[in-house]
């Protein structure tokens, strides 16, 4: 099992990178298959200009032809994370034969 997390044009902290890579392990301790789980943060627009410029992306390779591609957009990285790990978690539920439980959920970020 491999999990990579890249940044670009931001920084973010170590506990959310952290936070991050603990989503990525349940997933893949909870679904079978999973080899492969790349998670990509940027802000697409550089650090000076808002908007809805924060982006999650998160690609799933796995046995049995697994292709999972998600991307979410926010104006709040935190909120970008979350609807990218909601939604991987459907998609994976619905690619399954066997439903996937007991994912922990997104973090609700202060």
């Known amino acids: 099992m491999n999990i990579q997390i890249?940044?670009?044009?931001?920084?973010?902290?170590?506990?959310?990178?952290?936070?991050?890579?603990?989503?990525?392990?349940?997933?893949q301790n909870k679904c079978n298959g999973i080899q492969n789980i790349d998670v990509k943060i940027e802000n697409i627009n550089g650090h000076d200009?808002?908007?809805?410029?924060?982006?999650?992306?998160?690609?799933?390779?796995g046995k049995e032809h697994?292709?999972?591609?998600v991307e979410e957009l926010d104006e709040d990285l935190h909120s970008a994370i979350d609807s990218a790990f909601?939604?991987?978690?459907?998609?994976?539920?619905?690619?399954?034969?066997?439903?996937?439980?007991?994912?922990?959920?997104?973090?609700?970020?202060n």
């Open 49 to 61: 200009i808002s908007g809805m410029d924060k982006r999650c992306h998160l690609k799933v390779r």
């Open 86 to 109: 909601r939604r991987l978690k459907q998609v994976l539920m619905l690619r399954s034969a066997k439903p996937v439980r007991n994912l922990i959920d997104p973090v609700v970020w």
């Open 66 to 69: 697994l292709a999972v591609d």
């Open 6 to 27: 890249s940044v670009r044009r931001m920084t973010i902290p170590r506990v959310m990178k952290k936070i991050v890579r603990e989503l990525c392990s349940d997933i």
